[in-house]
């Protein structure tokens, strides 16, 4: 034994040398060699030839088998949302096949989805004692006592393996047991004191075939402890086309084993699986008869049936019925031999329903039980807690709504809430008003009406306070200065949900339509409708139900209440009567709305009155006008009705000693509006002029190129702009002239006075746009070349001057300049207009030039004070 020890230690010599270099280069053999040493010779070994023995050995447990990682050899089918834990998305053949079969999908197929990701057979799966032995299969053999190695045999193709120092045995067709106690006999035999302990290594792989209709047919290599179930697995399941009940194991050519995985997915069984062998064919068949069953049961689907199928073996297959089912109705669709769809009616709780036959193609629906149709009343609305909750005789609104706080959203209208009642004989509606705050907290008092059976209490959003809560959520320093209170109503506002938080959802039009609808609906010729109208200065005006109680104080309360500019002098009431012709006309009548609201009037509502309350006649109407710059008394004063600008600015002290009243800026805001739509109809015009430009296309010299962009230059201008609404007037004459026409003033007029300039302007097309300090006895041309003369896009024959006080005149035309050597004032603007003649726009153009630099000029004039 020495001696062999001895031997094989010199021939590691060889073995080890390779190991300075890399440990990749040993055989397996070689490697079985080394690891069958004793652990200090191999110690000893590796620190004389300075090898790694974790380099050798590779990573490894206390027995040297190494880890191994598993491998998926299946991933699941790809989708949007399956990374957040939510189920997987259907392909559109799985929604296509829904929508045919009204949503259903066939039961069990989500079981085997997949798609394969890797050929390597699965191997990690306990090897049972009748295992038969063959080809490709591994025995490893650990022997321990007077002598410990490990041996790595593998079954050879004429089924034997190779036992060191015996020679070679036959197991093939042996069973793993039967193998493991012949070494184990050989071993003890023939090395005493040494006992063997045997285990299966690899195991040999076989091909089988997966055809028919899987999601994935083709071969298929798996270990040779695989079943029919497994290959299924590692094909990716099966179609939705193929059968679930009739699946074929053929081998040889012939059928030897069926699987109905049925078993499976209802009952967990697995008796009916079979071991498969190299060669052997899985094929998968069209599906059969299928039915659907959906309502209420626990797995509404598709089923498939095999064989004869009764009503109750289908409710089985489903799962059972729900709690909520009402089995004395379920239904059956179904095809008849004309092809015509027909509907059928069984009874699951006798025994002729339930043995009654279903076939392909059958449709069966499960009803549930009806709602609750007595002892109860219903909460809509603004409240914490909606529903339908029990109702007890004598109960009253405050054995609900016990706490306006707690029980009420937020956003609730604590003042106004609505029953709408139901009579138990005729079944017709009516709505009563109810003062809410009232009737908590005087509890049984006449405000705490008793509530009847099937009651629904109708809580209604206050919209102003809504608004109210939204403005104090985004801007917490309104409604209080400590951070705590700041905190506290973030943190409501982030905890409040959308429904919460949306008063329109609960609002008296979203509540209070259905019920409108309802009692138009129920009207007869001896029933009117019991809806009207309310319109003017109420917070929710609109059709509202008739109050059961005709008053015209609960009506307007239904409506939200009056607003502070009503007329409580009269409100008008239109209705519709009958003359003795049977014709409707419109009788109007006067409601004395003060009398009304003390509860004194004695006019009583009735169907389809439109009740109209007056408004206060120009109430809350403020007319302002604005005085900046050279005013003794700057501000925003309010002025009458029919006040004149000389007025207000008597009241305003005058003017002070550096005003320069030439050059005021009266400004008006319907004229800013009519400057706003001139620049918009410019701004259309200029776009289609560009277009028009810019498909000429291009002609000699670039001069197309050249007109595109001074059109562009123009339509800048334009869109810059913003529109001023000066108005011309001659504010000394104002002030002074009794003859002057007066200027009746409009609500949100501005005037600004201006100091005393020193300066003449000069704008477009010069050389240089700029002020000049204003000089007496220099001309208009004194000014042009000043700043460098017109450039050549300029049109020297159409020079134009603003004035100070906003008016342009034509020094070419103008008798009053005497030509272009007439000279200017302080604040004067002189202007030098494009040359449009060349662009074939002259007068749409020139008319836009004109526009911008007044307006520009204007807004400059506010600007400089």
Same mark, same amino acid.
């Given at each position: 034994?020495?001696?062999?020890?001895?031997?094989?230690?010199?021939?590691?010599?060889?073995?080890?040398?390779?190991?300075?270099?890399?440990?990749?280069?040993?055989?397996?053999?070689?490697?079985?060699?080394?690891?069958?040493?004793?652990?200090?010779?191999?110690?000893?070994?590796?620190?004389?030839?300075?090898?790694?023995?974790?380099?050798?050995?590779?990573?490894?447990?206390?027995?040297?088998?190494?880890?191994?990682?598993?491998?998926?050899?299946?991933?699941?089918?790809?989708?949007?949302?399956?990374?957040?834990?939510?189920?997987?998305?259907?392909?559109?053949?799985?929604?296509?096949?829904?929508?045919?079969?009204?949503?259903?999908?066939?039961?069990?197929?989500?079981?085997?989805?997949?798609?394969?990701?890797?050929?390597?057979?699965?191997?990690?799966?306990?090897?049972?004692?009748?295992?038969?032995?063959?080809?490709?299969?591994?025995?490893?053999?650990?022997?321990?006592?007077?002598?410990?190695?490990?041996?790595?045999?593998?079954?050879?193709?004429? &089924?034997?393996?190779?036992?060191?120092?015996?020679?070679?045995?036959?197991?093939?067709?042996?069973?793993?047991?039967?193998?493991?106690?012949?070494?184990?006999?050989?071993?003890?035999?023939?090395?005493?004191?040494?006992?063997?302990?045997?285990?299966?290594?690899?195991?040999?792989?076989?091909?089988?075939?997966?055809?028919?209709?899987?999601?994935?047919?083709?071969?298929?290599?798996?270990?040779?402890?695989?079943?029919?179930?497994?290959?299924?697995?590692?094909?990716?399941?099966?179609?939705?086309?193929?059968?679930?009940?009739?699946?074929?194991?053929?081998?040889?050519?012939?059928?030897?084993?069926?699987?109905?995985?049925?078993?499976?997915? $209802?009952?967990?069984?697995?008796?009916?699986?079979?071991?498969?062998?190299?060669?052997?064919?899985?094929?998968?068949?069209?599906?059969?008869?299928?039915?659907?069953?959906?309502?209420?049961?626990?797995?509404?689907?598709?089923?498939?049936?095999?064989?004869?199928?009764?009503?109750?073996?289908?409710?089985?297959?489903?799962?059972?019925?729900?709690?909520?089912?009402?089995?004395?109705?379920?239904?059956?669709?179904?095809?008849?031999?004309?092809?015509?769809?027909?509907?059928?009616?069984?009874?699951?709780?006798?025994?002729?329903?339930?043995?009654?036959?279903?076939?392909?193609?059958?449709?069966?629906?499960?009803?549930?039980?009806?709602?609750?149709?007595?002892?109860?009343?219903?909460?809509?609305?603004?409240?914490?807690?909606?529903?339908?909750?029990?109702?007890?005789?004598?109960?009253?609104?405050?054995?609900?709504?016990?706490?306006?706080?707690?029980?009420?959203?937020?956003?609730?209208?604590?003042?106004?809430?609505?029953?709408?009642?139901?009579?138990?004989?005729?079944?017709?509606?009516?709505?009563?008003?109810?003062? $809410?705050?009232?009737?908590?907290?005087?509890?049984?008092?006449?405000?705490?009406?008793?509530?009847?059976?099937?009651?629904?209490?109708?809580?209604?959003?206050?919209?102003?306070?809504?608004?109210?809560?939204?403005?104090?959520?985004?801007?917490?320093?309104?409604?209080?200065?400590?951070?705590?209170?700041?905190?506290?109503?973030?943190?409501?506002?982030?905890?409040?949900?959308?429904?919460?938080?949306?008063?329109?959802?609960?609002?008296?039009?979203?509540?209070?339509?259905?019920?409108?609808?309802?009692?138009?609906?129920?009207?007869?010729?001896?029933?009117?409708?019991?809806?009207?109208?309310?319109?003017?200065?109420?917070?929710?005006?609109?059709?509202?139900?008739?109050?059961?109680?005709?008053?015209?104080?609960?009506?307007?309360?239904?409506?939200?209440?009056?607003?502070?500019?009503?007329?409580?002098?009269?409100?008008?009431?239109?209705?519709?009567?009958?003359?003795?012709?049977?014709?409707?006309?419109?009788? $109007?009548?006067?409601?004395?709305?003060?009398?009304?609201?003390?509860?004194?009037?004695?006019?009583?509502?009735?169907?389809?009155?439109?009740?109209?309350?007056?408004?206060?006649?120009?109430?809350?109407?403020?007319?302002?006008?604005?005085?900046?710059?050279?005013?003794?008394?700057?501000?925003?004063?309010?002025?009458?009705?029919?006040?004149?600008?000389?007025?207000?600015?008597?009241?305003?002290?005058?003017?002070?000693?550096?005003?320069?009243?030439?050059?005021?800026?009266?400004?008006?805001?319907?004229?800013?509006?009519?400057?706003?739509?001139?620049?918009?109809?410019?701004?259309?015009?200029?776009?289609?002029?560009?277009?028009?430009?810019?498909?000429?296309?291009?002609?000699?010299?670039?001069?197309?190129?050249?007109?595109?962009?001074?059109?562009?230059?123009?339509?800048?201008?334009?869109?810059?702009?913003?529109?001023?609404?000066?108005?011309?007037?001659?504010?000394?004459?104002?002030?002074?002239?009794?003859?002057?026409?007066?200027?009746?003033?409009?609500?949100?007029?501005?005037?600004?006075?201006?100091?005393?300039?020193?300066?003449?302007?000069?704008? &477009?097309?010069?050389?240089?746009?700029?002020?000049?300090?204003?000089?007496?006895?220099?001309?208009?041309?004194?000014?042009?070349?000043?700043?460098?003369?017109?450039?050549?896009?300029?049109?020297?024959?159409?020079?134009?001057?603003?004035?100070?006080?906003?008016?342009?005149?034509?020094?070419?035309?103008?008798?009053?300049?005497?030509?272009?050597?007439?000279?200017?004032?302080? &604040?004067?603007?002189?202007?030098?207009?494009?040359?449009?003649?060349?662009?074939?726009?002259?007068?749409?153009?020139?008319?836009?030039?004109?526009?911008?630099?007044?307006?520009?000029?204007?807004?400059?004039?506010?600007?400089?004070?």
């Amino acid at each position: 034994m020495n001696l062999k020890r001895l031997l094989l230690s010199l021939s590691l010599v060889s073995l080890l040398a390779p190991l300075c270099v890399s440990a990749q280069s040993i055989s397996a053999a070689q490697m079985q060699q080394f690891k069958s040493l004793p652990k200090a010779q191999q110690e000893a070994l590796a620190r004389q030839y300075g090898v790694d023995l974790d380099q050798v050995q590779g990573p490894s447990g206390s027995n040297g088998s190494t880890v191994r990682q598993a491998i998926s050899v299946v991933e699941p089918l790809q989708s949007d949302n399956t990374e957040n834990g939510g189920d997987r998305k259907p392909t559109k053949e799985e929604q296509a096949f829904a929508e045919k079969n009204n949503g259903l999908q066939p039961f069990g197929y989500e079981l085997f989805e997949g798609k394969p990701s890797t050929f390597a057979p699965i191997t990690e799966v306990p090897v049972p004692t009748n295992y038969t032995l063959g080809p490709g299969d591994e025995l490893k053999v650990q022997l321990w006592g007077q002598d410990n190695r490990q041996w790595s045999l593998t079954v050879s193709r004429d &089924g034997t393996i190779d036992i060191p120092e015996h020679g070679p045995i036959n197991v093939a067709g042996l069973s793993f047991q039967q193998a493991r106690d012949e070494i184990s006999r050989l071993v003890s035999e023939q090395y005493i004191g040494v006992k063997a302990v045997v285990s299966l290594g690899e195991l040999r792989s076989v091909r089988v075939f997966v055809l028919g209709e899987a999601r994935t047919p083709g071969s298929f290599s798996v270990s040779s402890l695989s079943t029919i179930i497994t290959a299924l697995y590692v094909s990716g399941g099966i179609r939705h086309t193929g059968s679930l009940r009739n699946i074929q194991l053929k081998r040889n050519g012939k059928v030897v084993h069926t699987l109905d995985l049925y078993e499976l997915l $209802l009952k967990g069984d697995t008796s009916g699986d079979a071991r498969l062998q190299a060669g052997d064919a899985i094929f998968i068949p069209a599906v059969g008869p299928r039915v659907g069953i959906d309502g209420e049961v626990y797995r509404p689907a598709l089923y498939e049936l095999d064989g004869a199928t009764s009503l109750q073996d289908l409710v089985n297959l489903a799962g059972g019925l729900t709690a909520q089912a009402y089995p004395q109705i379920t239904r059956i669709e179904r095809t008849n031999p004309e092809f015509l769809r027909i509907i059928a009616e069984a009874d699951l709780t006798k025994a002729t329903g339930k043995q009654a036959r279903v076939k392909a193609g059958d449709r069966v629906s499960v009803a549930s039980i009806a709602n609750v149709t007595g002892q109860y009343i219903e909460i809509s609305g603004a409240a914490t807690r909606t529903g339908k909750f029990a109702w007890v005789p004598g109960m009253r609104v405050s054995s609900v709504i016990r706490n306006l706080d707690a029980d009420l959203l937020p956003m609730a209208d604590i003042n106004f809430a609505a029953i709408v009642r139901t009579n138990p004989d005729t079944q017709q509606i009516s709505v009563l008003s109810l003062q $809410l705050k009232n009737a908590v907290s005087n509890l049984g008092g006449p405000a705490d009406l008793v509530m009847h059976e099937k009651d629904q209490l109708l809580l209604f959003a206050d919209e102003s306070k809504g608004d109210f809560e939204q403005s104090f959520l985004e801007k917490p320093e309104m409604g209080n200065g400590s951070d705590v209170a700041r905190n506290r109503s973030g943190e409501l506002a982030r905890n409040r949900t959308d429904e919460q938080t949306d008063p329109q959802r609960f609002s008296r039009d979203a509540l209070f339509n259905p019920v409108v609808k309802l009692l138009k609906a129920q009207a007869t010729p001896q029933a009117p409708q019991q809806t009207m109208i309310i319109s003017g200065p109420v917070r929710y005006p609109g059709e509202y139900p008739l109050p059961a109680t005709g008053k015209v104080k609960d009506a307007i309360v239904m409506a939200g209440g009056l607003k502070d500019s009503a007329l409580m002098l009269g409100a008008e009431l239109a209705r519709r009567i009958l003359n003795a012709d049977g014709v409707e006309q419109t009788r $109007l009548q006067t409601v004395d709305l003060a009398d009304a609201m003390n509860g004194q009037g004695n006019v009583a509502l009735q169907s389809r009155d439109r009740l109209m309350v007056k408004s206060i006649p120009l109430f809350g109407a403020t007319h302002t006008i604005s005085l900046e710059g050279e005013v003794v008394y700057p501000g925003e004063y309010t002025f009458s009705d029919g006040e004149t600008l000389s007025a207000v600015l008597q009241r305003a002290g005058g003017l002070t000693n550096n005003a320069f009243p030439r050059g005021s800026v009266f400004t008006r805001e319907k004229l800013r509006q009519l400057e706003a739509q001139r620049l918009r109809e410019a701004e259309q015009r200029l776009q289609g002029d560009l277009l028009g430009v810019q498909l000429e296309g291009d002609s000699f010299g670039g001069q197309n190129a050249q007109r595109v962009d001074e059109v562009k230059g123009l339509l800048d201008d334009v869109q810059s702009s913003r529109p001023v609404g000066r108005m011309v007037i001659d504010l000394q004459a104002v002030l002074s002239n009794s003859d002057y026409q007066s200027i009746r003033l409009q609500d949100g007029d501005s005037l600004t006075v201006p100091t005393i300039p020193q300066a003449v302007s000069v704008f &477009g097309e010069v050389q240089f746009p700029t002020s000049h300090l204003h000089l007496a006895g220099l001309t208009v041309d004194d000014y042009l070349e000043r700043s460098g003369g017109p450039t050549r896009q300029a049109d020297e024959n159409r020079v134009y001057v603003v004035k100070a006080d906003g008016s342009v005149m034509l020094p070419e035309k103008s008798a009053w300049f005497g030509g272009r050597s007439q000279q200017l004032h302080p &604040g004067d603007t002189v202007i030098m207009p494009i040359d449009v003649d060349r662009l074939n726009q002259l007068e749409l153009w020139t008319n836009v030039s004109q526009v911008v630099y007044q307006m520009a000029l204007g807004a400059a004039a506010v600007g400089n004070l």
